[in-house]
């Protein structure tokens, strides 16, 4: 609840900005009292700006809203997550996140955020309908095409399964996946839903 935040000496809290979908921190800003309840009342942020020291209301001048999904607070209630549907970029910058200078990077490690990269990338192929692009030629082709390479793309998971072959399942599997979503933007049912599902289904468990 609003009354157990711990807000600081300056009547303020930390409030780290998440896609909802894609779980991206997009950004942090900074809530008191008066724009969490904004926040919490519009469903939508609200913030304090520490320079110019007044409330302000994300999106209202770029139409960037951020549709809140939830808020929550850590074990000492002095720090905020605030998971959104972002309408638009979060920086001022134009950037979808506003953390995107990197300072040192290690080993490349596989993420579920190439999951919402890849959608994005097949719905504006769908739009744009580049020449030369393969999933140009998956959507040129049409639904049947499509369902035949996830067909195909699947038995060839099986065999490498049978073939107790990790390395062809696992090309064999990202195939699986790409296909799998050029059929779902086919069909215009998103990749979010489906998670939605196994989500719920989970929590049924």
Request: charged fraction near 30%; aromatic fraction near 6%.
């Amino acid at each position: 609840m609003i009354e157990n935040i711990q807000f600081d000496e300056r009547g303020l809290v930390t409030a780290v900005v998440q896609d909802a979908n894609t779980k991206e921190v997009l950004t942090v800003a900074y809530m008191n009292q008066e724009s969490l309840a904004k926040t919490i009342q519009s469903g939508e942020t609200w913030f304090y700006s520490r320079s110019r020291q007044e409330l302000w209301h994300k999106g209202a001048t770029s139409g960037h809203t951020q549709q809140v999904v939830s808020i929550k607070a850590d074990c000492d209630q002095d720090a905020l997550v605030v998971e959104v549907l972002p309408a638009g970029p979060a920086c001022h910058n134009g950037t979808t996140s506003c953390f995107t200078e990197v300072i040192q990077q290690y080993d490349k490690v596989g993420s579920v955020d190439i999951i919402s990269k890849l959608a994005r990338v097949i719905e504006k192929r769908e739009q744009e309908m580049p020449e030369g692009a393969y999933t140009t030629y998956l959507f040129d082709k049409g639904i049947d095409k499509i369902c035949k390479k996830v067909g195909e793309e699947a038995t060839e998971v099986v065999i490498g399964a049978k073939n107790r072959d990790a390395e062809e399942v696992k090309w064999e599997a990202a195939d699986l996946l790409y296909h799998l979503l050029v059929l779902l933007q086919e069909q215009k049912v998103s990749i979010y839903d489906v998670l939605h599902v196994l989500e719920k289904r989970h929590e049924e468990k």
